[in-house]
């Protein structure tokens, strides 16, 4: 059994792969104008640097909690920040743009294993208050991986070169691995059947074909046959997928849990942030940059605005959550966001740049509330022998919802602003949809070289308006949200049991034979 101090140290590299996970996403957004300058690439080549690290992330997440639980919490969190750490360095060599984004598949297969590995084995070292607690600064590490990674991102890519983003996660990434693998216990789940194939490779292809059809849309059309069939397709293999589970012995995905309200509720909470706070970590920066003409740096520093709540507010909430039902705090604070991203779509729509940084504010304080609190809500609702699925499960939603809203993002600022740009020329065609494309991506000198009949000025005007009503289009989904979160969490404190989905029938823990180093 761990002492204290090696749980704490286990907990600090847990937290610490919590810290670099965020930062693979967060980061690389802010370094695509120095990447597409020195690699090339088209805009959909591009936004797939970011969306091939999340589906690959969101898609095996499940996986990886199955395989914790048969194959060892231990040895799946030692593979995962393993090779996460190799491939961070294969990264930092890429010598081209469809290298990397191969590359960040594998990447975000090694954080899937990392992040299932990790949080497992946290579930086996920590009882009670105590595991609600690890599990908020799990959260919380998260947080300000997602917070600050554009600025150390900013800084990084103007001081030495986007590569350095890349190495920057492979060293945290090092002392994660040094600090906590030869400190964990060895443990699996005795009842675990192995890994449900079938229910795996069903989901990932579902969530794969869903991303490619929402990304290629803007660009081939919503009519286009390969757009209609990725999106036929991803329905019926979620369709099939369900079947799968449902008649599986030991399926990926208990899917009994969807009865119960207060799961269903914890679910929702990181597609509402997803909305209202992670689109804004990603179209942010290349307004400022591609747009407007900061600075990587300068960049980097707005956005401080956006995270610097994530300090503060999450152990605030958390204090409140004593003494107001968490799911009423989540609500109200979603809304509070809505209201934040309401008053950045009027600012935006003026065209002002530093009049951003109040609803940046508010938007992250919004944010943070449901952030702090999203874990300790979701880890109660499934038994403990199933630490590895219940981290799967809660991971996989997580980061798919968050995947799968950045892509609606993406494609959804492409469209207005083809909308716009056809009403500024009164023309439409190709020529105009990958326009919209370069502009969405920030590439204003290509986009203007596509359409030379508009002026600087004009491109940005249009930018500007079309990115003020993606803000009023998300401040109404994160609204809905927060009113089914509301319906579903309303009543439910962070601290108190939920009604489980299957008995706990004990707390058997089978600890393989070699010693805790």
């Not at 600050?148 to 800084?155: E, T």
Request: some cysteine; proline content about 5%; hydrophobic content about 60%.
């Amino acid at each position: 059994m761990p002492g204290r101090y090696d749980r704490f140290l286990i907990l600090g590299a847990v937290c610490l792969a919590g810290l670099v996970l965020p930062l693979s996403f967060t980061a690389p957004p802010v370094a695509i104008p120095a990447i597409a300058a020195e690699l090339g690439g088209s805009p959909v080549a591009l936004n797939w640097m970011t969306n091939a690290f999340m589906l690959a992330f969101g898609s095996c997440l499940m996986a990886a909690g199955t395989l914790a639980d048969t194959y060892g919490r231990k040895r799946v969190f030692s593979i995962g920040i393993v090779a996460y750490a190799i491939v961070s360095l294969l990264l930092a060599l890429a010598p081209s743009l469809a290298v990397l984004n191969g590359l960040r598949i594998a990447q975000g297969v090694a954080a899937a294993l990392a992040l299932a590995g990790g949080n497992a084995a946290l579930s086996q070292e920590f009882h009670g208050p105590a595991r609600i607690r690890a599990f908020s600064l799990l959260g919380t590490a998260f947080g300000l991986g997602l917070a600050f990674g554009p600025s150390l991102a900013g800084w990084l890519v103007q001081t030495q070169g986007w590569r350095s983003v890349f190495l920057s996660s492979l060293a945290i990434a090092v002392l994660a691995t040094v600090f906590g693998v030869p400190r964990m216990r060895e443990s699996r789940d005795p009842d675990a059947a192995g890994l449900d194939w079938r229910g795996s490779l069903s989901s990932t292809a579902m969530l794969a074909l869903l991303t490619i059809g929402v990304l290629e849309a803007p660009e081939r059309g919503w009519s286009d046959g390969w757009v209609i069939a990725a999106l036929i397709g991803s329905a019926a293999l979620l369709a099939l997928f369900v079947r799968v589970e449902t008649r599986a012995a030991r399926p990926m995905l208990d899917l009994s849990l969807l009865k119960y309200p207060r799961f269903v509720g914890a679910q929702l909470l990181p597609i509402g942030t997803g909305f209202c706070y992670l689109a804004l970590i990603i179209v942010l920066p290349v307004r400022l940059i591609g747009i407007h003409g900061l600075s990587a740096l300068d960049a980097g520093l707005m956005m401080i605005a956006l995270s610097a709540p994530m300090l503060v507010v999450p152990f605030l909430a958390a204090v409140l959550s004593h003494r107001i039902a968490a799911g009423t705090l989540c609500a109200a604070a979603l809304l509070l966001a809505a209201a934040g991203l309401v008053w950045l779509g009027v600012e935006a729509a003026a065209g002002s740049v530093h009049g951003l940084i109040a609803p940046m504010l508010l938007i992250g304080a919004g944010s943070a509330v449901p952030w702090g609190l999203m874990d300790g809500l979701a880890i109660s609702v499934v038994p403990k022998e199933r630490a590895g699925m219940a981290a799967g499960v809660f991971g996989a939603s997580r980061v798919s919802g968050e995947g799968i809203a950045l892509a609606i993002t993406a494609a959804a600022l492409a469209g207005l602003l083809q909308l716009r740009l056809s009403s500024a020329i009164g023309v439409d065609g190709a020529t105009l949809a990958q326009a919209a494309q370069r502009l969405a991506t920030g590439d204003a000198a290509r986009a203007q070289a596509l359409l030379p009949q508009l002026d600087a000025a004009a491109l940005v005007h249009s930018y500007d308006a079309a990115f003020a009503w993606l803000m009023y289009g998300l401040a109404g989904l994160t609204a809905a949200i927060a009113g089914v979160v509301f319906a579903l969490l309303g009543d439910a404190s962070a601290h108190e049991p939920a009604v489980l989905a299957e008995p706990a029938r004990d707390d058997r823990i089978e600890l393989a034979d070699e010693p805790a180093c």
